[in-house]
Nanobody
Framework: QVHLVESGGGLVQPGGSLRLSCTAF????????MGWYRQAPGNQRELVAQ???????NYADSVKGRFTISRDNAKNTVTLQMNSLKPGDTAVYYC??????????WGQGTQVTVSS
């Protein structure tokens, strides 16, 4: 059984920064892609950023230049550094792990609120 544990959400003022972390726990953790998605009220869940096992990254246009995703394969951890946050970034952020074997797992979600 695999489970993902997220941390780092919270309330921040516009222009501020937050750092989200997600660690995968379980056996046979052969993870191909780790990523972050977000879902705001009334909206569909959308990709924020993802990183594959070799370090290649992909970002949503709305966060390019402001967010940075990184990964520690030895610790099965993915981190999202979020800078210059805007009210439009307010959402529940979910971690996702995609395994080479085909299975996908999601974290429980962490709330990010950007407000003055």
């Amino acid at each position: 059984q695999v489970h993902l544990v997220e941390s780092g959400g919270g309330l921040v003022q516009p222009g501020g920064s937050l750092r989200l972390s997600c660690t995968a726990f379980g056996s046979h953790l052969n993870i191909k892609v780790m990523g972050w998605y977000r879902q705001a009220p009334g909206n569909q869940r959308e990709l924020v950023a993802q990183i594959n096992w070799s370090g290649s990254t992909n970002y949503a246009d709305s966060v390019k230049g402001r967010f940075t995703i990184s990964r520690d394969n030895a610790k099965n951890t993915v981190t999202l550094q979020m800078n210059s946050l805007k009210p439009g970034d307010t959402a529940v952020y979910y971690c996702k792990a995609e395994f080479f074997a085909g299975a996908n797992y999601w974290g429980q979600g962490t709330q990010v609120t950007v407000s003055s």
